[in-house]
């Protein structure tokens, strides 16, 4: 038998895409979430034929939640042949890695990041959660209607403030253009020399009916129990970074009651919902959260304009040609910059569930 026919009888050559998200660290229940939940996709795209008749190989890195790690990341994946990546899962690692995504060419689907930094670009990082300022805005008005506050002490996570800031600019704009006040504002680096009884003795220093946190969901829940060690019952609000399982396993009993929104609802009954939320626990016996949705619809964008892109189309053309993919609870339309808008639920922990309250 010829060499070429020898060759011909071998499996072409399998598509390389990416992830690049924190999975050690503060922030690794999100990057973990979003790793697990995108090997779910390609898993799952595998065993059904995978892209055109060839297999879907993926590489993972672990940004480790810093710039430069980053950086030599989606460096080593581009090297390595990948035609898109998925990720990175938190702001400040968009801003450090946007920059080598656009020289290169390759698509950065990133589920939830979402500066308004990178809004509004003609660039190749692509987002499915809805912007910093729109979550901000929305839960700032659901406050100014439940008229329970009127005087919020603010503290927020320095490491990633593309982030954080832009969240705590925005819900501040709307709280006090419905008549709310941010007495105080406070920022802290996560993971650095943060003593949160002392930042917690700071923000109820002022006389105040409320507390805002925009950071992850272990300093989040820290800070929950050193507000409820000092007797305080103030009501606590989160953005939506913090809403992972990991708060309520940490923060048991201190973070009941606390409010925060959430782009997905996870007692959804849409069946591609559940096909996924049952695939993900059988795989991995634990709760996907919104990391894991979020990043299985932005892994299935790119495998879904895969296998529709056509010879001499790049895949971010490929989704704009497209604009409306499928997600597991909701379309996904795509505006002309690769930003999506995602529903928003407001949610309260009780008895260590997320509820839905609008």
């Not at 989606?74 to 400040?92: F, K, N, W």
Request: proline share 3%; charged share 25%.
């Amino acid at each position: 038998m010829s060499i070429a026919v020898l060759l011909g009888c071998e499996p072409p050559e399998p598509i390389r895409i990416g992830f690049v998200g924190g999975t050690s660290g503060r922030v690794a229940d999100l990057g973990i979430a979003g790793r697990d939940a995108v090997l779910l996709a390609v898993e799952l795209r595998n065993q059904s034929g995978g892209v055109a008749g060839r297999k879907v190989k993926l590489l993972i890195k672990d940004d480790q939640q810093s710039p430069e790690v980053a950086r030599r990341a989606v460096r080593d994946l581009i090297e390595q042949g990948v035609v898109a990546i998925v990720g990175p899962m938190t702001s400040a690692m968009a801003i450090a890695v946007v920059p080598i995504a656009n020289e290169a060419k390759v698509l950065l689907m990133s589920p939830t990041a979402t500066t308004d930094d990178l809004t509004g670009l003609d660039d190749y990082f692509f987002r499915l959660n809805t912007s910093a300022r729109d979550n901000a805005s929305r839960i700032a008005r659901y406050h100014v209607g439940q008229n329970a506050t009127r005087r919020l002490a603010a503290t927020y996570d320095l490491r990633n403030k593309s982030y954080t800031e832009n969240w705590l600019d925005s819900f501040r704009a709307t709280y006090v253009q419905g008549g709310g006040e941010v007495v105080k504002v406070i920022g802290f680096e996560s993971g650095g020399e943060t003593t949160f009884l002392q930042l917690a003795q700071d923000l109820l220093a002022a006389p105040v009916d409320g507390v805002l946190i925009v950071a992850n969901s272990v300093d989040t829940a820290l800070l929950c129990q050193q507000i409820r060690k000092l007797g305080s019952r103030v009501p606590i609000i989160s953005s939506e970074w913090a809403a992972t399982e990991r708060l309520v396993e940490l923060g048991g009993k201190a973070v009941e009651g606390v409010i925060m929104a959430q782009n997905f609802d996870r007692n959804s009954t849409a069946p591609r919902y559940r096909a996924f939320y049952q695939a993900y626990r059988d795989r991995f016996h634990r709760e996907p959260g919104f990391g894991g949705v979020i990043a299985f619809d932005a892994a299935n964008v790119v495998l879904d304009a895969l296998a529709q892109r056509r010879e001499g189309r790049s895949v971010k053309e490929t989704v704009l040609a497209a604009r409306r993919f499928e997600g597991v609870e909701e379309p996904m339309l795509f505006n002309e910059f690769g930003e999506v808008k995602r529903r928003l639920f407001i949610t309260v922990v009780r008895d260590g569930q997320f509820m839905v309250v609008e």
